[in-house]
């Protein structure tokens, strides 16, 4: 029988509702996964085993007088650059190793309003700068199915944890991919939301323009009720829309017929892995079964996203990062005066990526090149944004590898930054236009390694892209659970 931890929020919550279960067994499901497993994943930086049980005893409560919230009582991880009042919260970071936030990031507070349960913060790479989660200065997080690979990143401890049972659902962020591009090497369900759909209040800022919070989850159904819970206009955040969210779960009629359907051309050629280009086709050909009309689209100006995303997101984190300055928060090394207290700081505090991207982006927004490298990126973004237009006068949504390979090995790009880079190549233009879009599981690699198809909606329509992805996950009907886990 599948056991409580390896079951998806949905069913869980059915469970609780018939009274079947609760919210505690549940839990200690997850926490002696957790104990289980973490010596050899590594997936979280703190765990919060006292504060969930006591949490899932009141969603219990909640959930016997028969009021309860779609989320109540089901045990969640947040990626460790969500704030949470009285957690620590370290960004992956040493500089921020102590650090422990006086307040709840907006997702986790509605979350918790509603009756969630906090199993424990997740690692990541540092500042979530990273596709592998080699860069966290607290260890690497190992992949479920094979742990000598890395679960991407950088909300690697995330998808790590809902890939093997340590939590039913997980939040991260994606700035360029960090929750699509793990939950694609994890074989998980990664969504991006539309900019603004979820609040960032208290998510600890990276690239602010392109920063957005993201599901982990088992099934694409509990990424419609997840996201369900964190949506909609917050107080605390200016960019938040102000627009209706629409019912999500109501979105899953697995109906696709004479959706259209635009398969991007970029998205095939060199550097993707054969066996990942064959399994996106192969789903896609499912869609065309269904009913949906599949076409080719091009995307001409995305060849240069990566550039322009490597020139904004270190300039907006080199302008973010400089807070870390030893005299608010976080770690101070003293030196004989202030400048040499802060030099000492940030030194000894940020790890190799963390500074090169601070140089990197302090370089682009100098006098002089601002123009030259700054505002030529964010020319770039609006003709990214333009081909975005105009794809989607054409088709619904469009389809693509979520990453161009399979889980790589430990170590394998560490010390080539410009291949880490192209991990993101096929996630990075939906956070330059701002767009939607999942990663689904549609497979396994010769090695048995997960396959992530990703999806891109128009801005707001997170409701086809649901509707698209569950109708998939329907018709493939696989069941991904890594060995380590299904042993
Ligand atoms: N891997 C990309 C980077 O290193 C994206 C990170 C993210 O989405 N947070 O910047």
New binding site residues.
Partial sequence: MTELCDRSASELAELLRRGETSSVEVTRACLARMDALEPHLNAYLTRTDDLALEQAARADERIGAGDAPAVAGIPLALKDVLSTRGVRTTCGSRILETYVPPFDCTPWARLAEAGSVLLGKTNC?EF????SNENSAFGPVRNPFDLERVPG??SGGSAAAVAAGEAVWALG???????R?PAALCGVVGLKPTYGLVSRYGLIA?ASSLDTVGTFTRSVRDAAVLLQAIAGKAPMDATSLPDPVPDYVAALTGDVRRLRVGVISEAFGEGVQPAVAAGVRAAVDRLADLGADVGEVSLPQTDYALSA?YLI?PSEASSNLARYDGVRYGLRVEGRDSVEMMARTRGAGFGPEVKRRIMLGTYALSAGYYEAYYGQAQKVRTLIIRDYEAAFARYDVLVSPTSPTTAFRLGEKVDDPLAM?L??VFT?PA?LAGVPAISVPVGLDEAGLPIGLQLTAPVLREDLLLRVADALERELALDLRPPLVAA
């Fill in positions: 790479d979530a700068m990273g596709s990143g950088s962020t994606d700035t360029g991919g960090s929750v591009q990276f995303y997101a880079y991990s993101d990075i956070n």
